[in-house]
């Protein structure tokens, strides 16, 4: 397999509306992730993605997007970006943008042209069409609750918006369109920036004629299987490819909605052609319950497993994987497949950092940050929880304490709390109040507690993070094959890694419960890498304590 350095990369996510505030306002800025490079350095990551920074009205905290090439007030202005990125190269650190372009902002410039009349230029920058029988021109529901259509009265047609009505979608099928975005693109490249992560890439290209999506008995509306992996979503990313990323020494992500292991061996395809690898949600729709998120339901291991390793060997020597349990819109995974605690929280994150790919670390994963406690809906700042409440408590269909129970296990808000330094003020955040509360169990789940304890979730990572770049075991790591174990075992994640004459085998116990585990393999120990347990020795058969995790190099 062709060695690259995006695929040795561990990436760090930054979330800088809740990471750290510089001035006081309550809301995270560049000069606040600037502040700290160090800390980040410290941990070992060597990438950051950034979540949107562009001008924006905020109507979905940046991913509404005014302007492309400016910085969003809240945030700080150009200058500050470019001391960050100059900075973060000094440290040894890249810099990721989120690049949002299945849609705009509602004040994109562009936008207020083409509603402007339906002889405008940029009519067709957007996706318009008639009423149908008075009514939207399909029954597409949005991904944020209600119709995916908006009526404007000026000119007497609908756009089509997948996400908030703010949020109008791009018409990609205009040349113009593209031409305009690549062009974006190569002047934030042009500006030294070292790659792109790609906000609902695999919905650029609809469907023509956008026919009625699957609509399920008793759903409100249809579902938007026909925006994703549309028939020229590919020769769209290769045109972005000869346009723009094969010019530049980038890495590139691709957020895919819907993708299957077929598309994304397209989207990440190992030559070249269009992404490095992309991102997809099935193993995180798991815990869903009859295709809902707000829900309490557990994962089952076995299932996850399952999913997991069926990546895994699928896109084994035809595309790259990205491993992920968190980022900002997944519940924090300490509390969703964990149980809060430290030890859980060290054993999920060898599961995830031991396995084939490029592994992502959302902003205070490191810390083992947990869910918040929600008590009512005026906790909540997320849009998607705002209208969720609005449509299925206001229409009857759930409780408000049944839809908060949901929001306390699966709202995107409880990865959006702030980023816990210390126990000081408002965790260290911000020396004003926070545009969202901070998570109260701060005052013992904090990072300058952990940086103190050399057996905190924060030093743990700091290890597999160091195993992964900067060790023997690199290759074995990066590049080795991957072999499930025990893949029916309801408690336990085990698997190998081979690379050469070299291999790993890594045991995790997934529960709170201790575990009589028989090894599936007959092996010799030859080194322990890491455990979260002081002792940590290989026999044929072991009690593992509750959340044991260990991996061990074996001949």
Same mark, same amino acid.
């Given at each position: ?15 800088p ?23 980040l350095?410290?941990?070992g ?14 109507d979905?905290?940046?991913? +509404? ?5 400016d ?20 440290? /040894? ?19 207020? @042209? ?35 259509? @908006? ?30 975005v ?5 002047w ?6 070292? /790659?792109?992560?790609?906000?609902v ?28 992996? /549309?028939?020229?979503?590919h ?18 992500? /691709? ?6 292991? +077929? ?7 190992l ?32 299932? !996850?497993? =399952? ?6 060997y699928?896109?084994e ?83 408000? =304490? ?7 296990a ?19 955040f ?5 545009w ?17 304890? @050399?057996?905190?979730v ?16 690199? =290759? ?42 028989? !090894?599936? !393999? ?31 190099e074996? @001949?």
């Amino acid at each position: 397999m062709e060695k690259a350095w995006w695929k040795e990369s561990v990436i760090y996510q930054i979330y800088p509306r809740s990471f750290c505030d510089s001035n006081g306002d309550g809301v995270g800025d560049l000069n606040g992730i600037r502040s700290k490079l160090d800390y980040l350095q410290k941990l070992g990551i060597n990438v950051i993605w950034l979540s949107p920074i562009y001008k924006s009205p905020n109507d979905d905290n940046g991913y +509404d997007i005014s302007d492309y090439q400016d910085i969003m007030d809240d945030f700080g202005t150009m200058e500050d970006f470019d001391a960050l990125l100059k900075e973060a190269h000094e440290h /040894g650190i890249k810099i990721v943008m989120d690049l949002v372009v299945n849609h705009t902002s509602d004040e994109h410039k562009w936008f207020v @042209e083409s509603r402007s009349s339906k002889d405008n230029p940029k009519r067709d920058y957007y996706i318009w069409r008639e009423p149908k029988n008075g009514k939207e021109p399909n029954n597409w529901g949005s991904c944020f609750s209600g119709s995916a259509w @908006e009526y404007d009265e000026k000119t007497n047609m609908y756009y089509l918006h997948c996400f908030s009505k703010k949020q109008p979608d791009l018409n990609w099928d205009n040349e113009k369109v593209r031409d305009e975005v690549f062009s974006m693109m190569d002047w934030w490249c042009k500006k030294g920036i070292d /790659g792109f992560r790609m906000d609902v890439i695999s919905m650029i290209s609809k469907v023509p004629g956008l026919p009625d999506g699957n609509q399920s008995e008793g759903a409100l509306y249809g579902d938007l299987s026909n925006t994703t992996n /549309g028939p020229k979503v590919h020769d769209y990313l290769q045109e972005m490819r000869k346009q723009v990323l094969s010019k530049y020494d980038l890495i590139t992500v /691709g957020e895919c909605a819907g993708v299957t292991i +077929d598309e994304a061996k397209k989207y990440a395809n190992l030559d070249g052609s269009e992404l490095n690898m992309v991102f997809q949600f099935e193993h995180t729709s798991l815990d869903y319950e009859n295709g809902g998120k707000w829900t309490t339901k557990r994962f089952n291991l076995p299932e !996850l497993k =399952e999913n997991l390793s069926k990546w895994q060997y699928e896109l084994e020597g035809k595309a790259w994987n990205s491993l992920y349990w968190d980022n900002h819109d997944q519940p924090r995974i300490v509390s969703r497949l964990g149980d809060d605690s430290s030890l859980s929280a060290k054993c999920i994150a060898t599961v995830l950092h031991m396995m084939k790919g490029t592994p992502y670390i959302y902003q205070g994963e490191e810390l083992g940050m947990t869910n918040y406690p929600f008590r009512t809906i005026d906790d909540c700042r997320d849009i998607e929880i705002l209208n969720a409440y609005k449509e299925l408590v206001g229409g009857g269909y759930m409780t408000a =304490e049944e839809l908060m129970a949901g929001v306390r296990a699966k709202g995107r808000d409880n990865a959006r709390t702030p980023m816990q330094w210390d126990k000081s003020h408002e965790a260290g955040f911000t020396t004003g109040t926070p545009w969202i509360k901070v998570n109260p169990n701060y005052t013992f789940i904090n990072a300058k507690d952990e940086l103190a304890d @050399e057996y905190s979730v924060f030093y743990f990572y700091q290890k597999l993070i160091g195993l992964r770049r900067k060790s023997e075991w690199s =290759e074995v790591i990066v590049y080795g094959d991957y072999e499930l174990l025990d893949k029916d075992d309801e408690n336990v994640f085990s698997f190998t890694r081979s690379y050469g004459d070299r291999k790993l085998l890594v045991i995790c116990n997934l529960s709170d419960r201790i575990i009589d585990y028989t !090894l599936p !393999l007959d092996v010799k120990e030859k080194a322990c890498l890491i455990s979260n347990y002081e002792s940590s020795e290989l026999s044929d058969e072991m009690f593992l304590r509750q959340w044991f995790a260990g991996v061990w190099e074996i @001949e």
